[in-house]
Structure formats: structure tokens, C-alpha cells
């Protein structure tokens, strides 16, 4: 039987983001728009993730919860580089560095779904999780 994915439907919305990015490759002008909404809905995804579900996984797993943190400051690493790369005034290949910020952001929600689900599954039942991922939710309605 398939679980409750707390983060099913953000995790979609901002891959859909960084796809629509990608996609526009300084193609269009509207694409530094584009990551610059992309950077900022994966940094609100960190902090949510953060307040909201860490805790409800410190208390079993703190290793978890250590682990997905450090993920998270690798991908804000990056976003941030990102962000440089755009205010640079250097002629730098901002296709690399949306590259790199891409895949660390996909693979931080791939880490995220794959060591804390497993907690999430064995200590708490699948409406305890609807619940869970409320402020998450809200984060796709904005």
C-alpha cells in the first residue's frame, strides 16, 4: 500500500518551476524572473520543511534530521551562487550555475522524500500526515 507523501505536491510544484527555468534558458526575458521565483519558492520550501515536519521527526531520528539540514545549506549554497551569478557584473555561464543549482535542488527533495517519509510512515498515521503537510500546501497555493 502506497503512503501519504507529505511532500508530493510541493516537491511537483518547484520541479515544475526549475523545469519551466530550464526550459527558458536566457531564452526569454522573463526567464531571470523565472529563477528568481524558483530560488525563492525552494528557500521558503527549506525554512517550511524546517519549522514544520523536522520536528516532527527530531524527537526519533535527529541523524535525519541533521542529514536533510545539511542538504538543505548545500542547496542554499548553491542558490545563492546562483543569485551572484546574476548580480556579476563577470561574464559567467549562467546555464552551468542554473545546472548546479538545479540538480542540487532536485537532489535535496529526492534526500528529503527518501529519509523522511520512512520516519514519517513508521510513527505517525496517513491523516497525522494531512495534517503535517498543511503549511507545505500552503507554500503551492501562493
Not at 6 to 13: C, D, I, L, Y
Amino acid at each position: 500500500m502506497q503512503r501519504y507523501n507529505v511532500f508530493k505536491t510541493v516537491h511537483f510544484a518547484l520541479q515544475d518551476a526549475l523545469f519551466n527555468s530550464a526550459k527558458s534558458l536566457q531564452q526569454t526575458p522573463e526567464w531571470p524572473q523565472q529563477v528568481s521565483k524558483a530560488v525563492e519558492m525552494s528557500r521558503l520550501l527549506m525554512r517550511t520543511k524546517e519549522a514544520a515536519i523536522l520536528p516532527a521527526v527530531d524527537s526519533f531520528e535527529p541523524s535525519v534530521v541533521d542529514a536533510v539540514k545539511q542538504a538543505h545549506r548545500v542547496a542554499d549554497a548553491e542558490a545563492q551562487k546562483l543569485q551572484k551569478a546574476f548580480d556579476s557584473s563577470e561574464d559567467i555561464n549562467l546555464n552551468v550555475v542554473f545546472n548546479r543549482y538545479m540538480i542540487t535542488q532536485l537532489n535535496s527533495m529526492l534526500r528529503s522524500e527518501e529519509m523522511i517519509n520512512p520516519v514519517l510512515w513508521y510513527y505517525y498515521s496517513d491523516a497525522e500526515l494531512q495534517n503535517l503537510e498543511a503549511p507545505l500546501k500552503e507554500l503551492v497555493q501562493q
